[in-house]
C-alpha cells in the first residue's frame, strides 16, 4: 500500500510511549483496584499488580514517591493509585507509573485470608510449642514441589553441595491451580508416613497472591500442623507469608534457604564425628590412666596388708574379746541375782498372808474407834437432849401452874387470855397444877373496875 510507514520494534514502542504521554487523560489517571504481587526491589522502586475481577495492570512505583506513602501497601490491599499510563520500551509492556496511593480497605481474598488465619490460630496450629526442631543429622530429605521449574533445582544443588550423600524423595505435585491443595496436602501425609524421611520441604517460586494461594488453604496448613515429621516451609519470597508457613515448624525465605536449614554440611558432620572421636579417646586414656592408678594402690595395699599376720591380730583380737565375753557374763550374772534376791524379798514382803494380818489389825483398830466414838456421841447427844428437857421444862404452862397459876378455857377447851372474853353466865374450866374445877362467871372487872349486873 502506497505510503505505508514501516517500524522497527523500538521505533513502534517509542511511538506509543509517547502518544501516552501527550494523552492528557493517561497523563494524570486515577484507578482505584486489589493491590496483588507486591515487591520491593532493593533499588526502593515498588512493582505490583493492580486488578479488579475484569482486567489487571502492571504498576509501579519511584523510590521518592514509596517514601512519601502514608500507608505501607500489603497483598489483598484495595487501593486508589493515581498517575501516568505509559509503556516501557525495552520491553514493550504496557504499565501504570504510580505517584499516589491510597488504601481503600482490604480485597477479598485477604479477607478470607484473615479470617481462615485467625479461626487455625484459636484452635492452636500456629502455637510455638508445637513446633519441632530440625534433626542433626538426616537419612532422606523430602521434598512437596512442582517437578519443573528452579525450585527443586536449587533444593537438589545446595543439597548435594552441602552433603552429596543426602537421598533427595520428591513428592512431585502441581503448586497452582484447582485440585492443587489437595494434592500438596497427600504429597505431605504421603512422605510424612515414610520412616526413612527425616525432613519434609515443602516449596514453591514466587507469585501473587492468587499464585500462592493454595498454600493458603486449610487443608494444607492441617497437613503441616499434624505432620510428626519436621517440615520447613519455603513459599514464595522473603516477603511473602502463607498459612502453610505459619502451620510449619520453620520457615524459609527461600527453596535454597530451606535446603540449607534442612541438610547439614558434610564437612561440619566430619568436623563434629572427628571432635567427637577425640573426645571419646581422650576420655578413654583419661579413664585407663585412673584405673591403672587405682590398681597399683589396690596393689600396694596388697602388700601392705599380710594376710597371715591380718589372721595372728584377728585371733588375738578374738581371745581378747572372749575374755571381755566371759568378764561381763560373769557380772551380768550377778547383777541378775542380785536383782532377783531384791525382787523376791519384795515379794514376801508383798505376800498374801502378811497383808491379811495387817489388815485384820487396821480393822479390828478402826472398829474399837468407831465403838469409842459412838460411845462419846451418844453421851453427848444425852447431855444435850437433858439440857433441851430442861429447857422446855421452864418454858411449860403447867411449871407456871406449880407456882400458883392458874389456866382458864372456855367450853371449846380454848384457852382465854383477857376478860374481854368473857360473859356473865358462861361456863369456864379451871386448871391448876393439882386438879381442875368448872365455875360460872358472874361478874367482870375490866381495867381494875368491877362490872355489876
Not at 500462592?212 to 516451609?233: D, G, M, Q, Y
Not at 453421851?379 to 421452864?394: G, P, T, V
Amino acid at each position: 500500500m502506497p505510503g505505508k510507514v514501516v517500524f522497527s520494534v523500538a521505533q513502534l514502542n517509542e511511538y506509543v510511549h509517547k502518544s501516552l504521554q501527550m494523552d492528557p487523560i493517561l497523563s494524570q489517571v486515577e484507578v482505584r483496584g486489589e493491590i496483588s504481587n507486591l515487591k520491593f526491589h532493593q533499588s526502593g522502586i515498588l512493582f505490583f499488580t493492580l486488578k479488579d475481577e475484569q482486567a489487571a495492570i502492571s504498576c509501579m512505583m519511584f523510590q521518592a514517591d514509596v517514601q512519601r506513602l502514608n500507608t505501607r501497601p500489603f497483598e489483598g490491599m484495595r487501593a486508589s493509585v493515581s498517575g501516568s499510563v505509559s509503556l516501557y520500551v525495552k520491553t514493550g509492556q504496557y504499565r501504570l507509573t504510580a505517584r499516589t496511593l491510597r488504601a481503600d480497605g482490604v480485597g477479598v481474598l485477604y479477607e478470607r485470608l484473615q479470617m481462615l488465619s485467625e479461626k487455625l490460630s484459636r484452635e492452636g496450629l500456629f502455637a510455638q510449642e508445637r513446633k519441632q526442631a530440625l534433626p542433626t543429622y538426616i537419612d532422606t530429605l523430602g521434598v512437596v514441589t512442582s517437578p519443573t521449574g528452579a525450585v527443586i533445582h536449587d533444593i537438589i544443588n545446595v543439597s548435594m553441595r552441602r552433603n552429596p550423600g543426602t537421598h533427595i524423595l520428591l513428592c512431585p505435585v502441581r503448586v497452582q491451580g484447582s485440585g492443587a491443595a489437595e494434592e500438596i496436602a497427600n504429597a505431605i501425609h504421603l512422605l510424612d508416613s515414610m520412616p526413612q524421611v527425616s525432613v519434609i520441604i515443602v516449596a514453591r517460586g514466587g507469585g501473587s497472591i492468587e499464585d500462592l494461594w493454595e498454600f493458603n488453604e486449610e487443608v494444607v496448613a492441617r497437613a503441616c500442623a499434624a505432620c510428626k515429621t519436621p517440615i520447613v516451609s519455603a513459599i514464595g519470597h522473603e516477603t511473602d507469608n502463607t498459612l502453610c508457613d505459619l502451620a510449619s515448624d520453620m520457615r524459609a525465605p527461600t527453596p535454597s534457604a530451606a535446603a540449607e536449614l534442612a541438610v547439614p554440611r558434610l564437612d561440619a558432620l566430619k568436623e563434629q564425628v572427628t571432635k567427637a572421636s577425640l573426645a571419646i579417646s581422650q576420655a578413654m586414656e583419661n579413664r585407663i590412666r585412673q584405673e591403672r592408678h587405682e590398681l597399683s594402690v589396690v596393689y600396694a595395699r596388697l602388700l601392705l596388708l599380710n594376710p597371715k599376720k591380718k589372721m595372728e591380730e584377728r585371733r588375738v583380737a578374738l581371745q581378747k574379746e572372749r575374755r571381755d565375753l566371759d568378764r561381763a557374763m560373769r557380772a551380768r550374772l550377778k547383777k541378775e541375782k542380785q536383782l532377783v534376791m531384791l525382787q523376791w524379798n519384795a515379794i514376801r514382803q508383798q505376800h498374801p498372808r502378811k497383808r491379811i494380818v495387817e489388815c485384820q489389825r487396821r480393822l479390828a483398830q478402826r472398829v474399837s474407834q468407831m465403838e469409842k466414838e459412838m460411845h462419846r456421841r451418844i453421851e453427848k447427844e444425852k447431855a444435850r437432849l437433858m439440857q433441851k428437857q430442861r429447857e422446855l421444862m421452864l418454858l411449860s404452862p403447867f411449871e407456871v401452874l406449880k407456882r400458883g397459876y392458874t389456866i382458864i378455857e372456855n367450853e371449846n377447851g380454848k384457852p382465854l387470855a383477857s376478860a374481854a372474853e368473857l360473859n356473865r353466865g358462861m361456863r369456864v374450866s379451871m386448871l391448876f397444877a393439882d386438879g381442875q374445877a368448872t365455875a360460872t362467871v358472874e361478874e367482870i372487872r375490866m381495867d381494875q373496875k368491877v362490872t355489876n349486873p
